[in-house]
């Protein structure tokens, strides 16, 4: 089951939001060309090396905790991690692309639960902690000031 959660005070700030609009239903054709699958088995293994296991393989003894992949947009990535056994939550400050990601994940993992939110990463809200911070392709373009870093 794909949840998500939509804060009405979620999009805040000085992005350029409506150019997303469209863009989502073009994104994943001009990103075809990105190895995502070699950068999840990737980030998996750093996972595995720092102890965030996937639930299933318990070799440093720690099988709990969300991943969290900070600007997720269509949800590539944030679904290769839910099928490797991680759980997720994708955070990404565009609706359409939200959208997308809830439609692909239903579809293609149907009994996996990824929490999607529609939240500017600036002013992140969680309502809890996650046991590691994915953040792949170009969500940090984003941050155009020093003060967003921070």
Known sequence: ?????????????????????????????????????????????????????????????????????????????????ASSGYDMIGVDNSPEMLEIAAETGYQEMPEDEILYLLQDMRELELYGSVRAVVSICDSMNYLLEETDLL
């Open 1 to 81: 089951m794909i949840r998500w959660y939509l804060p009405v005070t979620a999009i805040k700030g000085d992005y350029n939001l409506e150019a997303y609009t469209s863009f989502a239903q073009v994104y994943d054709l001009f990103m075809d060309n990105v190895p995502y699958e070699e950068w999840s088995r990737y980030i998996i293994g750093l996972m595995k090396e720092y102890g965030i296991c996937d639930g299933t393989v318990l070799e440093y003894g720690i099988d709990d905790g969300l991943v969290l992949d900070l600007g997720c947009g269509t949800g590539n990535m944030t679904e290769m991690l």
